[in-house]
C-alpha cells in the first residue's frame, strides 16, 4: 500500500544547539529535520525557525512537502527542518 510507505518518514533527525545569549546566559535551541519517501529523487524541503516548532509540526511539513513536489513536477522527496 501506497500510504503505508510516505506515512512515516525514513528518516528524523532530532538535535540541540546550546548558545550563550548577551546576558551571558546559556540557552538551548531545538532542532527537527525529517525526510520522507525519496523514490522520485533527493529530499527537498525548507527550515522552519519558530519557537513553538515541534516535530509533530515537521512531521506533518515534510509529508505535505511530497505532494507540493510531485505536483509540481519535481523529482524530488519530501523534507522539512
Known sequence: DIFERIAEPE???QFRVPWVDDA???QV???FRVQFNQALGPYKGG???HPS???SIIKFLGFEQIFKN???TLALGGGKG
Do not use: A, D, K, Q
Open 47 to 49: 527550515l522552519r525557525f
Open 24 to 26: 551571558g546566559e546559556i
Open 70 to 72: 510531485s505536483l509540481t
Open 53 to 55: 516548532v515541534n516535530l
Open 29 to 31: 535551541n531545538r532542532g
Open 11 to 13: 528518516r528524523v533527525i
